[in-house]
């Protein structure tokens, strides 16, 4: 009985429930997550993208584009590759469309932000490869703030384990007495679970993967998507392993889970753009590719581009001050 007692307190329990409400109004740990992510990932990319030579605020208006890409794009890969909780008999296609019940696949929300950034990027003439390399370690730790969402969820875990770090898993019901693992909440925490705690490798491992390319990072003055790309292939090689031990639903192809072979794909590709890119040089110079870049439109009023400024040299700063070098806007 005494080592019953000692493996019960051993486990890590799981949150009575995932939401909250204030009146009407749900409060949702899962969303509010992902906000506290999306917060993170900005504030240190912005961070990193000043230190590299990009300009205060430049981030948080990419975001602006990048950030409903990605939540599109996360929720379309999870309702493809998980689409028989939507479709076919006794579903509810409309429930595609709550998002706020969880459900963003990583893969989705990075290509379809991607595109959102890089439309800002044109925009603003930035060069997205560069841009990547600054966010890249924000993003990854917003994924891994992002997994806490899923242990007030219950859910991504693996199968049963009696090891001391497994996951108590709870029976949850509505007011109705309906069995909800989101929305119930849980009144005995008696587990009819003890299960290996998938979300939590995950953000471990995510955690590490930004450490590591920080370090690469500043070690080898990584440029040209480098950084990202580095990201990328830590985080699939995770995903991988991660993936081969969930036993939630999912879409399988030849009885093995999609996202294994997803994995395995785009952390092919990450590592041959690392390697490839490697002849592009060092890490480059922001201010400089500024200068080249052409944006596609520049805002009304907006302070004329780095490159339409002429840069005086000692031999030509009386010209520069003369009338006949200034010219009407």
């Given at each position: 009985?005494?080592?019953?007692?000692?493996?019960?307190?051993?486990?890590?329990?799981?949150?009575?429930?995932?939401?909250?409400?204030?009146?009407?109004?749900?409060?949702?740990?899962?969303?509010?997550?992902?906000?506290?992510?999306?917060?993170?990932?900005?504030?240190?990319?912005?961070?990193?993208?000043?230190?590299?030579?990009?300009?205060?605020?430049?981030?948080?208006?990419?975001?602006?584009?990048?950030?409903?890409?990605?939540?599109?794009?996360?929720?379309?890969?999870?309702?493809?590759?998980?689409?028989?909780?939507?479709?076919?008999?006794?579903?509810?296609?409309?429930?595609?469309?709550?998002?706020?019940?969880?459900?963003?696949?990583?893969?989705?929300?990075?290509?379809?932000?991607?595109?959102?950034?890089?439309?800002?990027?044109?925009?603003?003439?930035?060069?997205?490869?560069?841009?990547?390399?600054?966010?890249?370690p924000g993003i990854v730790v917003a994924q891994a703030i992002g997994r806490l969402g899923n242990y007030f969820n219950q859910e991504l875990y693996g199968g049963d384990t009696t090891l001391p770090w497994g996951l108590e898993i709870y029976r949850r019901v509505t007011p109705e007495?309906?069995?909800?693992?989101?929305?119930?909440?849980?009144?005995?925490?008696?587990?009819?679970?003890?299960?290996?705690?998938?979300?939590?490798?995950?953000?471990?491992?995510?955690?590490?993967?930004?450490?590591?390319?920080?370090?690469?990072?500043?070690?080898?003055?990584?440029?040209?998507?480098?950084?990202?790309?580095?990201?990328?292939?830590?985080?699939?090689?995770?995903?991988?392993?991660?993936?081969?031990?969930?036993?939630?639903?999912?879409?399988?192809?030849?009885?093995?889970?999609?996202?294994?072979?997803?994995?395995?794909?785009?952390?092919?590709?990450?590592?041959?753009?690392?390697?490839?890119?490697?002849?592009?040089?060092?890490?480059?110079?922001?201010a400089a590719l500024r200068s080249t870049a052409e944006p596609v439109e520049a805002a009304e009023g907006e302070a004329p581009a780095k490159a339409d400024v002429v840069e005086a040299s000692d031999e030509g700063a009386e010209k520069k001050n003369s009338p006949e070098s200034v010219?009407?806007?």
């Amino acid at each position: 009985m005494l080592n019953g007692l000692n493996a019960v307190l051993a486990t890590i329990p799981s949150p009575d429930r995932g939401v909250w409400y204030l009146g009407p109004l749900p409060i949702r740990a899962y969303a509010l997550c992902i906000i506290a992510g999306i917060i993170v990932a900005i504030w240190w990319g912005e961070r990193r993208w000043v230190a590299r030579g990009g300009i205060k605020g430049e981030v948080t208006d990419i975001a602006v584009w990048a950030v409903p890409f990605g939540l599109v794009g996360g929720r379309l890969y999870h309702v493809i590759t998980d689409n028989q909780k939507y479709f076919g008999p006794g579903k509810d296609p409309l429930a595609a469309l709550e998002i706020w019940n969880g459900g963003l696949g990583i893969w989705g929300a990075i290509a379809l932000g991607g595109v959102g950034a890089w439309i800002a990027c044109r925009r603003r003439g930035i060069p997205l490869p560069a841009l990547a390399d600054a966010l890249a370690p924000g993003i990854v730790v917003a994924q891994a703030i992002g997994r806490l969402g899923n242990y007030f969820n219950q859910e991504l875990y693996g199968g049963d384990t009696t090891l001391p770090w497994g996951l108590e898993i709870y029976r949850r019901v509505t007011p109705e007495g309906r069995e909800d693992a989101l929305a119930g909440v849980a009144i005995d925490h008696t587990p009819i679970q003890v299960v290996h705690p998938a979300f939590l490798y995950e953000l471990l491992w995510n955690l590490g993967v930004a450490l590591l390319i920080v370090w690469a990072d500043r070690k080898f003055r990584l440029g040209h998507g480098r950084v990202f790309a580095l990201y990328v292939a830590g985080y699939t090689a995770g995903r991988f392993w991660i993936e081969l031990m969930r036993t939630d639903e999912a879409t399988l192809v030849f009885g093995t889970r999609v996202n294994v072979f997803v994995s395995a794909v785009v952390f092919l590709g990450a590592v041959a753009y690392f390697v490839i890119a490697r002849s592009r040089g060092g890490r480059e110079d922001v201010a400089a590719l500024r200068s080249t870049a052409e944006p596609v439109e520049a805002a009304e009023g907006e302070a004329p581009a780095k490159a339409d400024v002429v840069e005086a040299s000692d031999e030509g700063a009386e010209k520069k001050n003369s009338p006949e070098s200034v010219k009407p806007e």
